[in-house]
């Protein structure tokens, strides 16, 4: 699903008192949205989690957002999780270049 429609759908979600958090490549677009909760993972677009395989990672990622969803944050916080990409394709797919 596309970071617009997380956020949409979080936020009827909140409106029923639900704990919600989503994770966010692109938090310039969810800002707009204005869910209550989402993380920013600096990682390439389908490999959100980490590399395929890569599972200690994806299970790092996974237990960070959660750790974020446990605490009290105020609605419309974007949490930069620190995680990033060791080449530039992230860079190459914002830009449209990537192959």
Not at 59 to 88: K, M, N, Q, Y
């Amino acid at each position: 699903m596309c970071q617009q429609s997380v956020g949409l759908l979080q936020r009827i979600f909140d409106g029923y008192e639900l704990a919600t958090v989503s994770i966010t490549q692109v938090p310039e677009i969810t800002r707009l949205v204005k869910p209550s909760l989402s993380c920013f993972v600096a990682h390439p677009f389908g490999l959100t989690l980490g590399p395929v395989g890569d599972k200690a990672l994806q299970r790092r990622v996974v237990d960070r957002c959660l750790r974020e969803a446990a605490g009290i944050h105020p609605a419309g916080t974007i949490v930069d999780l620190g995680f990033s990409w060791s080449d530039d394709l992230r860079e190459r797919q914002l830009r449209k270049e990537a192959r």
